[in-house]
């Protein structure tokens, strides 16, 4: 059975991807808050922020953006997920003879599939808008490594929520606080401009890390101790969420 | 295509099942024998749906036995999800794909080899080639259940779970259904149905259980039940037509469109 688990996992995620085809809509919905928050950010209140740097203000929050535009996207992998748990499909999977990891795996990777998507689009606005790096390959790279790894342990949140929602909005309720964390971060001003108790929280959360890490290898400044930090936020999340979403669907299947 | 044993092909012992506090099934002790069709009756909440998701894997029992062709549910339940296909209540299309994809999802999920032969092949046996490229979220309730049921039958499973199979449907869909049911049931299949359409029970079954708070209280042939009852009586009664026989003479069409349903369809890869 272990060896069908790749071709059943490419199966399913064959059948997930071709709904995201079917409604590219939740690509786009994805992508535009964060496109109306660049716009936002950038011609509205960029000019009055000084974020203690000379590079341009688009530079400095494009990386909070990219990880608004993957927290609201893993909502839909949530949806989707609580949508074929509430119908009938899911339990033709289960009394078949699929690897039943295989039809969590499968969401996953569409997930990743479709926030690479509005990831790619929000960055093409983002260079229309002006935003420009010097980054290598490689940096490019690190960039791609962190915002899948982040994707990821994000995704498995997700499924924790469309695994134990009991209704549509709760399936997608649980992304609001995940959106909104960049904001209480050093994603749009430098967190030595809050008050004390905000600026410990900023400095502390997971995003600013992140943020710190991807703004460093967009403008080839060395990452510093950020990138561990921020790979340890991923990587422990991701586990922990892991460990949860699996345990949850055990529970839900037997 | 389907191996005969003399062992049954559906065996339950001493099942029982509670959900916290609640008993649902408590001591369920059934055969189905190889090839027959078996129609479990019992009202709503009387245990009949807990039974299905036990015998198809989806829940394990609290105590008791059950072997699906001759796989015991609890100790081997990949042999078990090979040998079986469930019908649920609610048709288990994804509404996204069309008919066709939904076909072809399932033979590639059960490997077999030209997935999209047997999805062609599904689609003219249950008279849905014209729909077959329409996403299933625009197809009529028996049309579902026809796709449903096809999806169930990809790869030839020898036993057949049917859980609620007319529950929502017209009376033409109905009698599609029936004739589906029916043509597997030559074709060897083994049929767990269960009903609460008593009708539906005397047009189908080879034999009937009667499942009453979580236990089968009767389990016979049509024939052996009737005996339950005192001898009948000779009254004579004016035959008024059924609502249902006025509303097939007014449309005038019983379904044939499923009759040629079901056969082959594919065979296993390996």
């Known amino acids: 059975m272990t060896a069908h688990a790749l071709s059943d996992t490419g199966t399913l995620t064959g059948r997930s991807l071709r709904h995201i085809l079917r409604s590219p809509d939740t690509i786009i919905t994805t992508a535009v808050t ?17 974020t203690g740097s000379d590079e341009s203000y688009i530079d400095y929050m494009l990386p909070g953006i990219l990880l608004i535009t993957i927290a609201s996207g893993i909502a839909y992998t949530a949806y989707r997920l609580f949508l074929d748990m509430r119908g009938g ?55 791609a490594g962190v915002l899948i790894l982040f994707t ?15 209704t549509v909005d709760g399936a997608s309720a649980f992304s609001y606080p995940l959106i909104f964390l960049p904001f209480i971060s050093s994603a749009f001003v430098p967190t030595d401009s809050m008050p004390g108790p905000v600026a410990w929280f900023a400095e502390n959360q997971p995003v600013t890390s992140i943020v710190d890490t991807l703004r460093a290898l967009f403008a080839q400044q060395p990452v510093g101790a950020d990138i561990w930090i921020a790979l340890a936020w991923c990587a ?14 055990r529970k839900k299947i037997s | ?36 069709i078996l129609a479990l009756l019992g009202s709503n909440g009387a245990g009949k749906t807990t039974l299905v998701r036990i015998l198809s894997t989806l829940l394990k029992a609290n105590a008791g036995t059950a072997t699906v062709h001759g796989f015991d549910v609890a100790s081997a339940p990949g042999d078990v999800r090979k040998s079986i296909s469930l019908t649920g209540q609610f048709a288990a299309v994804d509404e996204v794909l069309t008919g066709r994809e939904n076909l072809v999802l399932v033979a590639k999920l059960r490997h077999l080899r030209n997935p999209g032969v047997i999805a062609d092949d599904m689609l003219a046996r249950f008279s849905l080639t014209d729909a077959g490229s329409r996403r299933a979220a625009t197809y009529s309730g028996g049309m579902r259940r026809r796709l449903d049921i096809a999806m169930s039958l990809v790869g030839n499973p020898p036993v057949v779970f049917l859980d609620e199979p007319t529950t929502g449907l017209d009376p033409q869909a109905r009698i599609e259904v029936w004739q589906t049911v029916k043509q597997l049931a030559r074709d060897g299949v083994t049929i767990l149905l269960t009903t609460q359409y008593l009708d539906e029970a005397e047009q189908l079954a080879d034999r009937i259980a009667i499942l009453h708070k979580g236990k089968i209280i009767q ?20 035959k008024q037509p059924t609502l249902e026989d006025i509303f097939l003479a007014l449309v005038g069409d019983t379904g044939d469109a499923a009759g040629k349903a079901a056969g082959s369809g594919g065979e296993e890869s390996r």
Do not use: C
């Open chain 1, 34 to 50: 964060p496109v109306a928050l660049m716009l936002l950010f950038v011609y509205v209140l960029g000019g009055a922020i000084n």
């Open chain 1, 89 to 143: 499909i899911f339990e033709r999977f289960q009394s078949m003879p699929i690897p039943r990891p295989s039809v969590l795996w499968a969401h996953v990777l569409t997930s990743l599939v479709a926030n690479l998507a509005s990831i790619v689009i929000v960055t093409g606005v983002a260079l229309i808008m002006g935003f420009r790096t010097g980054a290598s390959v490689a940096d490019w790279l690190a960039v």
């Open chain 1, 152 to 166: 990821l342990a994000l995704t498995w949140i997700a499924v924790i929520a469309g695994l134990s929602a009991k």
């Open chain 1, 236 to 249: 422990g999340t991701l586990v922990a969420a892991y460990a949860a979403a699996t345990a949850i669907y």
């Open chain 2, 1 to 36: 295509m389907t191996t005969r044993t003399r062992e049954p092909a559906i065996r339950v012992r001493a099942i029982t099942k509670s959900y916290q506090d609640l008993p649902v099934l408590r001591g369920v002790d059934l055969d189905v024998a190889s090839g027959s």
């Open chain 2, 219 to 238: 389990n016979g042939t049509l024939a052996e039940l009737k005996q339950l009852l005192p001898p009948a009586t000779i009254e004579y009664v004016e």
